[in-house]
């Protein structure tokens, strides 16, 4: 069993590539849930939604996010009855909102609408969130503490990143499920998420990081940032922000004492030697995925790599 | 300032007319919320919204109800995803029920919701909830009670009405505006709507009765039942079971002691002394509303009968 720790849309795409390789149901996705947030009343996680809709083949394949082909007639009506619409929130997407908070309010955890969502939509791989407890992402700008999806979405990641806060993680629990599948799991990979406001937020989650520390399986990380930037997404300023260089190195810095082995682009071959000098194994392939049988190859590497790791050790 | 008591379609489409004879912002509804009711955990309020959606402009003008060429793609995905979706709501419609419950829960009254909706939609008659409370109109069949838009929507009103329930009534009170509206109005309408589940409603939460039998201002009520029949919706079944004829004398003997005046159709004219013979004075004029100018025309002459009676009395 395959447990990945995902974040939105680049985690949603290795995925794809994943459940290509092994049976779908063997794979367990542990997904971020800092970004969550509430608009209009509706309880909105994004990276729980991605990954959904990308394993339920129904996602906006250009934004990475959103259902395909969707409408936004309820949100240009909210807009003019004066609700702000700064999120773009689809029709059918909102359904999912709507169902979620629905099912929330009474009284089934994130985990249990998680579950119903991706049956509902026939994902044969599990979704679960990190916790069911909320945890916000801030981040801590020169303006004060600002949601990550407002300072993502909102302020086009224009503000000066001071630091991360992670509103609520001291007392989170993990997800009922979450170290279970852990301790089951013959391989962890850590997908080409960003390190920080992903991973790094489920990794805050108390007990998450040392249920990896303390698994036998091998962990394999796959580097976002290709020739010092990311792929998507604002992992640059915050990994600058939190004294990490914006590189495949940083990346291994980000993982070290976790990852046993990283996933590297052929462009950043020359940071293999840093990599492997602080005791990281390192894999040198082709992580852009531009299409099927890139995030097929890129899945194939990582899963490759964890086989033979459990072989040398 | 004319104050009309309105249910859903029927008084939607006869505000039509009497905002085209007398200026919009001298009109006053007071609405029907008995059928309100929560789907999704959103905030439903059937007969608010065709009032609005009416005097907006944007209303389904086929059915009554909805939005103009409003799409469905959220009630589908919610159908998809394990909802119970008997009830049809469209997109642009579901944002009003999204930001409706919103606001609810962000502690508005149903009545500032309502006013926030009409005006951002444009609307210069005040729509005013009859109350803030929850109120339930319940039908008593021989399964028990069933809200009424179960009754209606669910089970195409085919049970047997053994009488009907106004839940939460007797602690209701009246919503904020609506005893200063009556009071100021001069002229008082009763629409063409369902006199026991629309106008009975309202006239169930108490001081409303009693605020329009204490007003100066006559009342003029429009059958909506023509030729022994309801030109919409499920009068019949209801006036029958609680005793009353379905007829033109029928609606009169519901008015009885609260309106001055019945505004009945041509057709039911031979139906005329019989209701004079109650001390409710008649007019007979067409009250079938095909288009806008029938709309007027209609609330010209309930306007204009009352006029007459104010310089009578």
């Given at each position: 069993m395959i447990v990945t720790l995902a974040g939105g849309v680049g985690a949603a795409r290795f995925l794809e590539g994943v459940v290509k390789v092994v049976a779908p149901g063997d794979v367990v996705a542990?997904?971020?849930?800092?970004?969550?947030?509430?608009?209009?009343?509706?309880?909105?996680?994004?990276?729980?939604?991605?990954?959904?809709?990308?394993?339920?083949?129904?996602?906006?394949?250009?934004?990475?996010?959103?259902?395909?082909?969707?409408?936004?007639?309820?949100?240009?009506?909210?807009?003019?009855?004066?609700?702000?619409?700064?999120?773009?929130?689809?029709?059918?997407?909102?359904?999912?909102?709507?169902?979620?908070?629905?099912?929330?309010?009474?009284?089934a955890t994130l985990t249990e609408v998680?579950?119903?969502?991706?049956?509902?939509?026939?994902?044969?791989?599990?979704?679960?969130?990190?916790?069911?407890?909320?945890?916000?992402?801030?981040?801590?700008?020169?303006?004060?503490?600002?949601?990550?999806?407002?300072?993502?979405?909102?302020?086009?990641?224009?503000?000066?990143?001071?630091?991360?806060?992670f509103k609520g993680a001291e007392s989170a629990r993990p997800a009922n499920g979450v170290l279970e599948a852990i301790r089951e799991a013959d391989t962890i990979l850590i997908a080409p998420s960003n390190p920080i406001v992903s991973v790094g937020t489920i990794l805050a989650v108390p007990g998450i990081r040392a249920a990896l520390e303390a698994t036998a399986a091998p962990v394999v990380a796959i580097s976002p940032i290709v020739g010092g930037a990311a792929i998507k997404g604002p992992a640059a300023p915050l990994m600058q922000a939190l004294g990490y260089e914006v590189s495949a190195r940083g990346v291994a810095a980000c993982y070290a004492g976790l990852a046993d082995l990283l996933v590297i682009d052929n462009v950043d071959a020359a940071l293999a030697d840093d990599i492997r000098a602080t005791g990281?194994?390192?894999?040198?392939?082709?992580?852009?995925?531009?299409?099927?049988?890139?995030?097929?190859?890129?899945?194939?590497?990582?899963?490759?790599?964890?086989?033979?790791?459990?072989?040398?050790?």
């Open positions: 542990i997904v971020n849930t800092g970004d969550d947030i509430t608009l209009h009343g509706l309880y909105i996680s994004p990276d729980l939604d991605i990954v959904t809709y990308t394993l339920a083949g129904i996602i906006e394949e250009t934004n990475g996010w959103g259902v395909r082909g969707d409408t936004t007639n309820t949100l240009e009506m909210l807009k003019k009855l004066g609700a702000d619409t700064w999120f773009l929130l689809g029709d059918r997407d909102m359904a999912t909102h709507i169902r979620r908070t629905e099912l929330l309010r009474g009284g998680a579950d119903q969502v991706r049956r509902a939509l026939g994902v044969a791989t599990r979704v679960l969130p990190m916790c069911d407890q909320p945890v916000g992402t801030f981040i801590r700008t020169p303006d004060g503490l600002i949601h990550f999806e407002h300072y993502l979405v909102q302020r086009h990641a224009q503000d000066q990143v001071l630091g991360v806060h990281m194994e390192v894999v040198i392939t082709d992580t852009i995925m531009r299409g099927p049988a890139e995030k097929r190859a890129l899945a194939q590497a990582a899963i490759a790599a964890a086989r033979e790791l459990r072989i040398e050790h």
